[in-house]
């Protein structure tokens, strides 16, 4: 076990609506990074939070966004969904700084848009 | 465009065998390559890792091999076991990105008794 948890597991929702997933960051770790695993595909970098500010996004739309509080956690927002957002969520967490650790996974949440 | 691509998409081994998953990368600001197995419905594990300064790195059964001139690293798994069966993904990320990993398509390996 890595120490990185998520939820939900599962979630279902319609095609036009907001969701919210979290994730708590191993202990120690001040990063998070989010990312989309489309089913057989390998995982894509949404966007990273390094102590609560958005540290990097990669090629995904505004309407995906995040916070990270204070104890390091984090959400991920989607609004207005997609049939193509249907995917596996997964979120990683490591510690940075002047050697940075290892990037963990949690179990991720699995998001399907009807 | 940063990537990283992988092979073959699918691997099939006897008990014992020693699959080989190939990656080759084009963006040379990476340093760190790691190496994620993932079981069906569970998130990536961090297998083992490398950086470019080493031509080789070992732990326990899994080696990775990595040649800095080609841009290329490659995973080998050595007496491999049904148990190995999963998918895996070898990734890259940037110095100074706090590993913001790019990740390669996955190779399906499956491991016959």
């Known amino acids: 076990e890595t120490g990185v948890t998520q939820s939900p597991t599962h979630l279902i929702k319609t095609r036009g609506q907001q969701v919210t997933l979290r994730c708590s960051s191993q202990?120690?770790?001040?990063?998070v990074s989010w990312y989309q695993q489309a089913l057989g595909q390998g995982p894509q970098f949404i966007f990273q939070?390094?102590?609560?500010?958005?540290?990097g996004r990669g090629n995904f739309p505004p309407r995906f966004s995040g916070l990270q509080f204070p104890n390091y956690s984090s959400e991920l927002n989607v609004n207005a969904l997609e049939l193509d957002d249907s995917a596996l969520y997964l979120c990683?967490?490591?510690?940075?700084?002047?050697?940075?650790?290892?990037?963990?996974f949690g179990q991720g949440t699995r998001l399907t848009v009807v | 465009q940063q990537q990283v691509k992988q092979s073959p998409q699918s691997l099939i081994v006897q008990k014992g065998g020693i699959p080989i998953i190939n990656c080759a990368y084009e963006?040379?600001?990476?340093?760190?390559f790691p190496w994620y197995q993932q079981f069906p419905g569970k998130g990536p594990a961090l297998l083992i890792a490398?950086?470019?300064?080493?031509s080789e790195k070992k732990e326990g059964r899994f080696t990775i091999s990595f040649n800095k001139s080609a841009k290329q690293f490659s995973l080998h798994i050595m007496d491999s076991q049904p148990g190995d069966s999963a998918t895996y993904f070898c990734?890259?990320?940037?110095?100074?990105?706090?590993?913001?990993?790019?990740f390669g398509s996955g190779t399906q390996l499956t491991v016959l008794p």
């Open positions: 939070y390094y102590r609560e500010e958005e540290n």
């Open positions: 990683a967490s490591s510690l940075a700084g002047p050697m940075n650790t290892e990037a963990f």
């Open positions: 990734a890259a990320s940037r110095a100074g990105s706090a590993r913001q990993l790019t």
């Open positions: 490398i950086r470019p300064d080493v």
């Open positions: 202990s120690g770790h001040n990063t």
């Open positions: 963006n040379t600001a990476f340093d760190y």
